[in-house]
């Protein structure tokens, strides 16, 4: 069983910043057209993190079979997530941090990940409660958490702040 730990973001913000940079400039090279996000915990200042990397590609539909094909270049694909005519997931397990990269399709379904970086940045309740819910699971089943934070995800996308995104 996989188990979950959570640290304090501000022990990885400056290297993630870094390695977002390096990151988002080697997109570019290939992407010029994408817009590329640092998104996940390591973008919310005073938030728990699990010491990873998240950064989100956004491209128009007609450039997502291309934007997948140079992606993997770049990055291995994550084999244990979904893949959709909208949504690939990549990774790199050796950068510092360990980099998960999200490509997806601008205004689909699962264009999300930057407004939920927005909402726990517009209100720290959530950010906090977010925080309580790592808590909860600190050193249990990562597939336990992955519900948990699913289920939380769900309930964001109802808050008024998210619909203004």
């Known amino acids: 069983m996989e188990q979950v730990h959570f640290f304090d973001q501000s022990n990885f913000h400056e290297q993630a910043e870094k390695t977002f940079l390096l990151h988002k400039a080697k997109i570019k090279s290939l992407l010029p057209e994408a817009d590329v996000q640092h998104v996940g915990s390591t973008a919310i200042p005073k938030?728990?993190?699990?010491?990873?990397?998240?950064?989100?590609?956004?491209?128009t539909q007609d450039l997502f079979l291309m934007a997948v094909q140079k992606l993997s270049t770049l990055y291995s694909v994550n084999e244990g997530s979904i893949k959709t005519e909208y949504f690939r997931a990549f990774k790199d397990d050796l950068t510092v941090p360990p980099l998960g990269v999200q490509l997806t399709v601008i205004g689909s379904e699962l264009d999300l990940f930057w407004k939920f970086r927005d909402v726990l940045l517009l209100n720290d309740t959530y950010r906090v409660e977010y925080d309580q819910l790592k808590k909860k699971y600190e050193g249990k089943s990562m597939d336990e958490y992955r519900n948990a934070k699913n289920k939380f995800f769900e309930r964001l996308m109802e808050t008024p702040e998210l619909k203004k995104l």
């Open 47 to 59: 938030s728990l993190t699990k010491g990873d990397l998240d950064i989100q590609v956004r491209v």
